[in-house]
């Protein structure tokens, strides 16, 4: 079975500082793992996926996230923080079964916060 | 670019009412899901459906059914709806085998008095 955790439900930073957004999986198989964000209000908007190939994923708005089998993480890091990023922000992996449906498995989120 | 929407952004709706909430897709994706939004409880899947009239039950079933009719449209029904249901709900899709990600709705929040 898989599953996902989100370390830290809350995360404040700085505007221009590391964001780092931690995430851990549970997977038997390779897993296929994404990260969305949801701004307040809105539906959740795809900022990354990984799907097997290059361990380093660059996403969207200025994110990326490497994949470490050895410690089943899949972190989101951006190196300098924008206002505009505060949001929640969700890991998730895809579940396998019977069917080829791309079920996923979503952590419970993170809430980043960004001061001024 | 994937577009799915939902037919109402905002929706009040009294105890005991059937509710009808719509999403349509325009990526000819074979499965769609409905989910739940609650504070502290994340996203729960209710439904899913992988081809037209096909459907499975997700995690929390319970009060909700579903109708998939054509490809692109996947309704979620409330037969009676409750004050518990209350909730933010988001429609997705995504294509098979399912190694690619889902893409959502714009959501809709809906309240039961």
């Known amino acids: 079975a898989q599953s996902v955790t989100q370390l830290g439900s809350h995360v404040s930073v700085s505007e221009g500082a590391l964001v780092l957004l931690r995430c ?4 038997s198989v390779p897993p ?5 964000v949801q701004y307040p209000n809105q539906g959740l908007q795809l900022l990354l996926k990984y799907t097997s190939a290059a361990t380093l994923v ?3 708005n200025g994110f990326e996230a490497e994949f470490k089998k050895s410690e089943t993480s899949f972190h989101l890091t951006k190196p300098s923080a924008h206002m ?9 992996v895809r579940t396998y079964g019977s069917s080829n449906t791309g079920k996923l498995i979503f952590g419970q989120g993170t ?3 960004v001061k001024p | 670019d994937v577009k799915v929407t939902q037919s109402s952004r905002y929706l009040v709706k009294r105890t005991g009412e059937k509710v009808f909430l719509e999403c349509v897709q325009d990526m000819d994706h074979e499965n769609m899901f409905w989910y739940r939004q609650d504070p502290g409880l994340g996203l729960r899947l209710i439904y899913f459906s992988y081809d037209v009239k096909m459907k499975e039950k997700g995690d929390i079933p319970e009060g909700y059914s579903v109708s998939r009719e054509k490809k692109e449209r996947f309704s979620l029904i ?3 709806a ?3 249901q209350t909730s933010m709900y ?11 990600p889902q893409y959502f709705g714009p959501g809709t929040r809906l309240l039961v008095l």
């Open chain 2, 82 to 84: 409750s004050t518990n």
């Open chain 2, 78 to 80: 409330l037969e009676s």
């Open chain 2, 90 to 100: 988001l429609c997705a899709s995504s294509s098979t085998p399912g190694t690619g």
């Open chain 1, 58 to 60: 660059k996403g969207i």
């Open chain 1, 84 to 92: 505009s990023d505060a949001a929640e922000y969700f890991c998730a």
């Open chain 1, 24 to 27: 851990n999986y549970s997977s």
């Open chain 1, 32 to 36: 296929y793992l994404f990260w969305y």
């Open chain 1, 111 to 113: 809430t980043l916060q």
